[in-house]
């Protein structure tokens, strides 16, 4: 599999954002995955959240819906995260503590630009996932995380080019302790869901101005939003 170059219209003009990526996602190969993926777009719940490990050559790694918003503080992003959804595992009255069991498909291994879900063992997946970087082919990662999407296309700083291509310009920012960002941390601003096209648009912050809010970006809102799904989702350990 490769990451397609295919920019779509609504990224022909100049971008309000430092860095988009186009996702297709793969609900045949990993429904619960990407039933629960999109729930937390669509319910806001990744706007404001870090990528808190960055690892050139490697992959990319966010989404903690728990300790890993910008404003907040994100000293403990990676130790948080939950299924937007119950499938029994963790306790049903406790969204918190829901996972995602694995979903393995023998077509859908991981190459470059593939975005899969981290985790902390076997069916412990909950809102972190990962982008594989350009140069990363990590098959020893296959039949143990869930690989549930490609990135296809984006725009980097104002310039269009493949999703893969994004990835890599995003993993060659300065990483201290653990791989965290040191002098710019990529911040996903939101991700718009249209089908099974996720778009998620980032910018780079200074980390010492937390104050640094999520743009009001309803003008840029050119991806029909899907109805509003089940929230609440599980902690997870990734680090």
Known sequence: ?????????????????????????????????????????????????????????????????????????????????????????????????????????????????????????????GSQFYLVDKDSTPSNLDDKHTVFGLAVSGQWKGQNMSGIDVIDEISQIATGDNDKPTSEVPVIQKIEINGNTATMHIDLLDPSDTSSSIMASSNLSMIASASVLLASSVAIRQE
């Open 1 to 125: 599999m490769v990451g397609l170059k295919v920019i779509p219209d609504y990224l022909a003009g100049e971008s309000e954002y430092d860095a988009t990526i186009v996702i297709t996602l793969y609900p045949d190969a990993a429904p619960k995955t990407v039933e629960s993926f999109k729930a937390h777009a669509i319910e806001g719940r990744y706007d404001g959240i870090v990528f808190h490990r960055v690892i050139d050559n490697f992959m990319i790694q966010g989404g903690d819906v728990e300790s890993g918003t910008f404003s907040s503080g994100w000293a403990n992003a990676g130790t948080g995260g939950y299924s937007s959804f119950y499938h029994g595992q963790g306790q049903q009255d406790n969204p918190n503590t829901w996972t995602l069991p694995d979903e393995f498909h023998p077509n859908y291994r991981h190459a470059p630009g593939i975005l899969a879900m981290a985790n902390a063992g076997a069916n412990t997946g």
